[in-house]
């Protein structure tokens, strides 16, 4: 079971570069999402998309845009990075189809840590 | 309040029982959620409860629920080194996606 899985694991970068994130699931669920945690911040949404077709701005998305390619992938672009994003980025997904209601919690993928030098 | 609140570290032995707490911002929240993040790794969903409950038992860990003060606590009986990560609480209220604590830091020693 794949669950969820972010490429790259870690990446560094230089002020300016751009660069994307990719997110994969492979439980059909319906709606994705994109945080970030840095330390003593817990995590802070970024976007996230309630369905394949929709997204949404969460707490932090200046500097980020998003595109859901379909209902499996959600990724996560830095046009110009800068070191202020550097963190570790954590993609979720969860079967909620209307964000009012939720009976099924988010699954984690693993990270992908990246630097902005 | 506005945040999600949760001590930053809790220090207990091995064979102990640990206690988290946590404060929630709205009472209407209809789930609160508590998760582990083990060094390197991402989230991990513990368990959950629902907003009509006030304690669910999940083998060594027991959740209890208080709606009035929005408090939340996770304990974890007979504590182990394995039980070392950062916990995080986390609610979900209506119109938003999962709002989260600043985690709590568990040390476990032998």
């Known amino acids: 079971n794949a669950g969820v899985t972010q490429t790259p694991k870690f990446q560094v970068l230089k002020t300016g570069q751009s660069m994307t994130l990719q997110c994969a699931q492979d439980?059909?669920?319906?709606?994705m999402y994109w945080y970030r945690q840095d330390p003593g911040m817990g995590l802070r949404l970024i976007y996230y998309?309630?369905?394949?077709?929709?997204?949404d701005k969460g707490e932090v998305p200046n500097g980020y845009n998003v595109s859901r390619l379909n209902k499996r992938e959600f990724s996560l672009r830095l046009e110009s990075a800068a070191p202020s994003q550097t963190s570790v980025y954590f993609c979720a997904s969860s079967v909620l189809r209307d964000r009012r209601y939720s009976n099924q919690p988010q699954h984690f993928g693993d990270g992908t840590r990246l630097s902005i030098l | 309040g506005e945040d999600v609140e949760q001590s930053l570290f809790l220090s207990v032995r091995e064979g102990d029982s640990s206690v988290i707490n946590c404060t929630y911002t709205?009472?209407?929240?209809?789930?609160l959620y508590w998760y582990k993040q083990e060094p390197g790794a991402g989230l991990q969903l513990l368990t959950y409860?629902?907003?009509?409950?006030d304690m669910k038992q999940d083998q060594r860990l027991t959740v209890l629920l208080n709606k009035k003060d929005k408090h939340l606590s996770l304990r974890i009986a007979d504590t182990q080194t394995g039980d070392s990560a950062i916990y995080f609480c986390?609610?979900?209220?209506?119109?938003?996606?999962?709002?989260f604590g600043k985690g709590t830091t568990l040390s476990v020693s032998s």
């Open positions: 998309s309630a369905s394949e077709g929709t997204t």
């Open positions: 709205d009472s209407s929240s209809t789930y």
């Open positions: 439980m059909n669920h319906n709606s």
């Open positions: 409860i629902f907003s009509n409950m």
């Open positions: 986390a609610e979900k209220k209506a119109g938003t996606a999962l709002i």
